[in-house]
């Protein structure tokens, strides 16, 4: 299914910026920092923008169709600046719409070389520049229910996170709140943080995960791109379990994935998009939004979650999710 989205997410943006026919309607690219196939975050950004377009475009008429062009930037974030630069100087698009923390620092020089360029960017946070939109979702949500799943799960106590790189929203963000999960369901658990250096390489990720299980870790949590496919063989192999971040990760690896705890990042792109295109976007303005608003959740009812998770402990994490979701239960 990923190399088929990939496939027509890719035939897509050729077909729109391969579109010689002048128009009065706007043009829109989706910078993807990485790739899209093997990503959740960017398949679901790359689907949601298109799906927003597509719809847009079947009530448009010919001159007022929206063109869409998807640029992969790879793996290699040195290189992300000078290719979101690149982008704008085209002078093509009205909208440029990205997803990564790091977003905001790169786009703001390039502004101040192109003032009319707007930018939509999500899992980000930027208030004060009117050329500017962001969207985060609180990964403190995120965070602390993959860590409470781990800590329900965890025979030996330890447990680990396995991150591409340090961020801020990884180091102030995330990781505190995955161990904070964590010892609310086993308060004697521990936990590890380790560090790939990059998004993806799957051998070193694997290598880590190797070390973890020979320390008596058994529930890790990777948020680092494609290396996570390295950490998943890695517990597979070791008998560990696997906490997954941003999409469903249950049919990835059956009995070693624990939980799911996900965003909806293409509800969320789709409906950014479709507010631009109704001239409603706010600009110079950053939202949070999380389990209240519906856009993070666990997942619970995959028959994979039923057969790994005992019932009794699947019980406790569900009264922990409604906690969550009706504001009773406060992370920070």
Request: aromatic share 8%; net charge neutral; charged share 20%.
């Amino acid at each position: 299914m990923k190399k088929l989205l990939l496939i027509s997410l890719t035939l897509l943006s050729f077909i729109f910026a391969g579109c010689s026919k002048k128009t009065n309607g706007k043009s829109i690219a989706v910078f993807v920092p990485g790739i899209i196939d093997g990503s959740p975050t960017y398949e679901k950004l790359a689907r949601g923008v298109t799906n927003a377009v597509n719809e847009y475009n079947q009530s448009a008429d010919e001159k007022n169709q929206v063109n869409l062009f998807i640029m992969e930037a790879g793996t290699n974030q040195a290189e992300w600046s000078s290719k979101i630069t690149a982008l704008a100087a085209e002078a093509q698009y009205d909208l440029i719409i990205s997803s990564n923390p790091s977003l905001p620092d790169l786009v703001e020089p390039v502004i101040k070389q192109f003032p009319s360029q707007k930018f939509i960017l999500l899992d980000a946070t930027r208030e004060g520049n009117q050329n500017i939109h962001t969207v985060c979702y609180d990964q403190a949500q995120q965070g602390y229910l993959a860590g409470f799943i781990g800590g329900l799960m965890t025979k030996t106590g330890k447990l680990a996170l396995i991150s591409a790189q340090e961020y801020p929203v990884m180091n102030e963000i995330i990781f505190p709140s995955f161990e904070k999960g964590a010892k609310a369901a086993k308060a004697n658990a521990s936990v590890d943080f380790r560090i790939v250096g990059n998004w993806y390489d799957a051998t070193k990720g694997a290598e880590i995960a190797d070390a973890l299980a020979k320390n008596n870790v058994d529930v890790i949590l990777p948020v680092c791109g494609g290396a996570s496919q390295g950490v998943i063989s890695s517990a597979v192999n070791n008998k560990i379990y696997i906490s997954w971040f941003d999409d469903s990760g249950f049919k990835r690896a059956p009995g070693t994935i624990i939980g799911s705890s996900v965003t909806l990042q293409d509800k969320m792109a789709e409906i950014v998009t479709k507010d631009y295109l109704a001239g409603k976007t706010p600009w110079g303005t950053a939202k949070m939004v999380g389990m209240q608003e519906g856009f993070i959740k666990f997942i619970q009812d995959d028959p994979l979650y039923e057969a790994t998770v005992p019932a009794e402990k699947r019980k406790v994490m569900a009264e922990i999710i409604e906690k969550l979701s009706n504001g009773s239960l406060k992370i920070n």
